[in-house]
Nanobody, 123 residues
Framework: QLQLVESGGGLVQPGGSLRLSCAVSKVTFDYSIAWFRQAPGKDREGVSSIDKSGSSLNYGASVKGRFTISRDNTDNTVYLQMNNLQPEDTGIYYC?????????????????WGQGTQVTVSS
């Protein structure tokens, strides 16, 4: 059973930055990893994904140009650098894993999920 643990969330002012981390319990080589987020009363939204090699990156339209996903397979961690955060970025951010080289950025494609970390952007 794969376990994922998110960290790095918090309260930040508009225009600020946060870096989220997703620690994976097993070697991440055989999994693609994604970040999703969910705001109160809204559906879960795909934020970004990275394939198992780290060469194929995908971003949701609302975060493109502001967020950067990366992974370090030597310490089984995936990162999400979030810059120029805005109030609409507020929500619970989840890390998820899908078996295989690559998976589309839609929630049903991912089998394993973390518990989430809260990100709040407010002045």
């Amino acid at each position: 059973q794969l376990q994922l643990v998110e960290s790095g969330g918090g309260l930040v002012q508009p225009g600020g930055s946060l870096r989220l981390s997703c620690a994976v319990s097993k070697v991440t080589f055989d999994y693609s990893i994604a970040w999703f987020r969910q705001a109160p009363g809204k559906d879960r939204e795909g934020v970004s994904s990275i394939d198992k090699s780290g060469s194929s990156l995908n971003y949701g339209a609302s975060v493109k140009g502001r967020f950067t996903i990366s992974r370090d397979n030597t310490d089984n961690t995936v990162y999400l650098q979030m810059n120029n955060l805005q109030p609409e970025d507020t929500g619970i951010y989840y890390c998820a894993a899908a078996r295989g080289r690559w998976a589309p950025l839609i929630a049903p494609s991912y089998t394993f999920w973390g518990q989430g970390t809260q990100v709040t952007v407010s002045s």
